[in-house]
């Protein structure tokens, strides 16, 4: 039987209530959200999703999952995937898991062996988030003699591989890839010769590889930004280059801040028009700009509409959220800024060291503390702390939100919660 009869052989009251359904599954389609790179969809780290607690105990998790190794990167999830990554030994042996998100079931894991290295005390071998288009996964791991991205189907199996050299860096690999139309692009800014490169999602080919000048390495993981008035933009952070724009079709660079006078850890964030990134070093930020991107060339005098360089986090990246921008520092110390006025509207300390970045889920900001606590506070110009909850094991990963679940990664272990808990 055919939709249209169907339908017509329904009464009044029928096809009222069918209506009713079929907005209501729209509805809730639309509310739930891939999670599919490194601080979400844009890399902005804001969901819509809602009904998540403020409260919970370890009773109300859905699962939780023993992860071996050490690791610090974020999952990615993709409907009925979720991707994460973990190493154990002193690096030599880095893991892409695939699990089933509803119940934590290992689906699949890829080992990759590489040499033992070297680290940050607060670092990992496994830091680099995966990044998922529904099709393919894509993760990067790299030592001292090589940088590889590799690409595996939904199933597990290996699409390709490309080396992209020695990495050389004082405390290991950090940056995410991310994926833009049929490309995977991966930084390496690094210790030596650096370079953005973009590959062919599909078959692993350099499409195009745009060198960079080189210092110290970044750990910041690119955005692409969609700005009324351009064209769509790759944005890239380091502190050898600054803030740089290149074109994500061909690499050609569109507009550079120049240099940062420090390292960058934290990403880049855009909103209000304004792109946002910072540099800093001893576990402060030292200089935060917010770039009109719209200049071209050095736009260094012309296009910085917005400088600070007080209170303001290293490793944490900021919050854009309804004309706000929330600075979480590494000390506790969170700020909230009016950008229309560049008022600093209040700074309050919610206590603890922080090496994850805060997301914003409808509203309310998350955070994970070095010693694994959730804080939460008001996404508002008004402060409101919400309090902490204990997840019994040390985190420096970012909290992830994806299809009416919440991901909490600590260093051995993964937590889902359910929304509606």
Same mark, same amino acid.
């Given at each position: ?72 990167? $974020?999952? &990615?999830?993709?409907? /009925?995937?979720?991707? !994460?990554?973990? @190493?154990?030994?002193?690096? +030599?042996?880095?893991? =892409? ?29 496994? $830091?680099? &988030?995966?990044?998922? /288009?529904?099709?393919? !996964?894509?993760? @990067?791991?790299?030592?001292? +003699?090589?940088?590889? =991205? ?51 999602? =599909? ?219």
């Amino acid at each position: 039987m055919n939709r249209l009869l169907f339908t017509r052989l329904l009464t009044p009251t029928l096809r009222t209530i069918l209506g009713i359904c079929l907005t209501f599954s729209a509805l809730t389609s639309l509310k739930a959200e891939n999670w599919p790179r490194f601080r979400g969809i844009d890399g902005s780290g804001i969901s819509s999703e809602t009904g998540f607690p403020l409260k919970w105990t370890d009773a109300d998790y859905a699962w939780v999952k023993e992860l071996p190794g050490l690791g610090h990167s $974020s999952p &990615s999830v993709w409907g /009925d995937n979720l991707f !994460v990554t973990s @190493a154990i030994g002193e690096g +030599e042996t880095r893991y =892409l898991f695939c699990l089933d998100p509803k119940t934590g079931k290992e689906k699949w894991r890829r080992e990759t062996k590489l040499k033992k290295s070297h680290k940050h005390r607060k670092g990992s071998w496994a $830091s680099s &988030s995966p990044v998922t /288009d529904g099709e393919h !996964v894509y993760v @990067a791991f790299a030592d001292e +003699e090589s940088y590889l =991205l590799i690409a595996y189907n939904l199933k597990g199996k290996k699409i390709w591989e490309e080396d992209l050299g020695g990495f050389t860096s004082q405390h290991g690999h950090g940056s995410s890839p991310i994926i833009y139309k049929n490309l995977v692009i991966a930084t390496k800014d690094q210790k030596g010769p650096s370079s953005v490169t973009a590959f062919n999602k =599909l078959t692993g080919k350099t499409i195009w590889q745009a060198e960079r000048a080189e210092r110290r390495t970044s750990y910041a993981t690119p955005i692409i930004i969609n700005h009324p008035n351009t064209n769509p933009q790759l944005i890239c952070v380091s502190g050898a280059t600054g803030v740089s724009s290149l074109d994500p079709e061909t690499g050609k660079v569109n507009w550079t801040t120049g240099a940062f006078p420090s390292r960058t850890v934290s990403s880049p964030v855009y909103g209000e028009g304004l792109i946002f990134a910072k540099c800093g070093g001893g576990g402060r930020g030292k200089l935060l700009y917010g770039i009109d991107p719209t200049g071209s060339g050095n736009v260094k005098e012309t296009h910085i509409k917005y400088t600070r360089s007080s209170k303001l986090p290293y490793v944490p990246t900021p919050i854009v959220f309804e004309g706000h921008l929330y600075l979480w520092g590494d000390n506790g110390v969170v700020s909230c800024v009016e950008l229309a006025t560049q008022k600093n509207v209040w700074t309050e300390r919610v206590d603890g060291g922080y090496s994850s970045s805060p997301v914003c889920i409808n509203g309310i900001i998350y955070c994970i503390s070095e010693n694994g606590e959730v804080a939460m506070i008001d996404a508002s110009p008004k402060f409101k702390f919400h309090g902490k909850i204990k997840l019994n094991d040390p985190s420096h990963a970012t909290v992830v939100v994806a299809n009416g679940q919440m991901f909490l990664r600590t260093f051995k272990k993964l937590y889902c919660l359910n929304a509606g808990k």
